[in-house]
């Protein structure tokens, strides 16, 4: 149900005398909720702890360590003990506290009561909503504007913007390359643009020219600055969460597997076609659906007519992939310029790679 903010792997039930936990079978940490940790530490103890994280007195965000609940970026608080300092992770908006191996030991214990036994069943079911209610008091509605200057400018814009996916645990330098590699190759591009495309688009009927390298050279080209800017944000914006997800090597693959695939499915929807494909969004889609399936509470905001809204990226997902299977009806009957089945070759690896990944995600 929830991953170890340390390394991943799923966390495990246990229950104590005083309440559920989530163990660690790897690395030996575990999470409990403020709750629990009140009923075995004490008490002035926590309540200067809290203090601390409400009003940000020496705390710091700790980067690569995400609630196992919300997977938003817990912060870092530094508290004095008997044997020295110790440093706590906790999540402000679930009340989720991390302790890595030894830290619990250390905390200062409550003396011991005679309070009511209650059934793990209970305590587990107690445990789950307290977690969810501190997340839904604090968690911005369904309706909120961003809290960002810059998601009011890109929302207004026409494009999405993350709620809070959190902090990465290493530099999503792939993404980067890439976001570079499409920048250049377009602005290059620009200067004679219709050659540009004719040299390097994906032509259906030739797919074979130069090798088959189109099916990698299109990637690169787009048709214009709206185009190219609105994919590499795309990319920038859900790659890093990816990358950072499932490593650099993976990302590689998935990204040129998206690519190459997305290409074989805009062949197969018009084989005897001449007019050159180009732009990224194939192998992107394949980004799409991954952050889709793997961060699938993160919000994604948007404005919608006149109003924002923050739907969260599974739902978004299964909306999206909706419009590209009726958009490829249209496609199919030469209505429009977009290759909607490109989006759904790039989504299909995305989704494949989920399905092989999820495990150690």
């Given amino acids: 149900m929830f991953p170890c903010p340390v390394c991943r792997v799923q966390l495990r039930r246990t229950p104590t005398e005083k309440g559920i936990i989530w163990t660690c079978p ?8 403020l709750s629990i940790v009140r009923k075995n530490v004490e008490g002035t103890f926590v309540d200067s702890l809290w203090r601390h994280i409400r009003d940000r007195r020496g705390t710091q965000i700790r980067r690569g360590r995400r609630c196992p609940s919300c997977r938003k970026s817990m912060v870092e608080v530094t508290k004095e003990v008997i044997s020295g300092p110790v440093e706590l992770d906790v999540c402000r908006k679930c009340q ?12 200062p214990a409550l003396p011991p009561n005679a309070e009511p036994e209650m059934h793990p069943k209970a305590r587990e079911a107690l445990a789950l909503a307290e977690i969810e209610g501190f997340r839904s008091r604090h968690e911005p509605g369904i309706l909120d504007p961003p809290d960002e200057w810059w998601k009011w400018l890109v929302t207004m814009a026409g494009y999405p913007a993350e709620d809070d996916p959190g902090l990465l645990s ?12 499409i920048v250049l190759f377009s602005v290059l591009a620009f200067g004679d643009l219709d050659s540009a495309v004719g040299a390097f688009g994906l ?11 189109t099916f990698l050279t299109s990637f690169f080209v787009h048709a214009g600055l709206l185009h190219l800017i609105g994919n590499v944000y795309f990319l920038m914006i859900f790659g890093d969460n990816v990358e950072d997800a499932v490593g650099h090597v993976r990302f590689a693959i998935l990204l040129i ?13 018009d084989p005897d076609s001449t007019v050159p494909c180009i732009g990224a969004s194939g192998g992107i ?3 799409l659906a991954f952050y889709g399936l793997a961060f699938p509470h993160v919000r994604i905001q948007f404005v919608f007519f006149v109003t924002f809204l923050r739907i969260p990226a599974l739902v978004l997902l299964v909306i999206w992939v909706g419009v590209q299977v009726f958009g490829v ?12 089945a490109s989006h759904l070759g790039g989504a299909t690896v995305g989704i494949i790679a989920w399905s092989l990944w999820r495990k150690d995600l």
């Avoid at 790897?26 to 909720?33: F, I, K, L, N, V």
């Avoid at 989720?96 to 905390?107: K, N, T, V």
């Avoid at 032509?203 to 390298?213: K, Q, T, V």
């Fill in 285 to 287: 889609a394949g980004l």
């Fill in 203 to 213: 032509i259906p009927a030739e797919f074979s020219r130069w090798g088959g390298a």
């Fill in 96 to 107: 989720f506290m991390w302790f890595d191996p030894g830290e619990s030991e250390a905390m």
């Fill in 257 to 269: 597997g998206s690519i190459l695939l997305g290409d074989a499915f805009h062949i197969m929807s």
């Fill in 329 to 340: 009806s249209l496609q199919t009957n030469g209505i429009g310029h977009v290759s909607y």
């Fill in 26 to 33: 790897r690395c030996a940490g575990h999470a409990a909720t």
């Fill in 170 to 181: 290493r530099k999503p330098i792939l993404t980067w390359v890439f976001s570079i590699l």
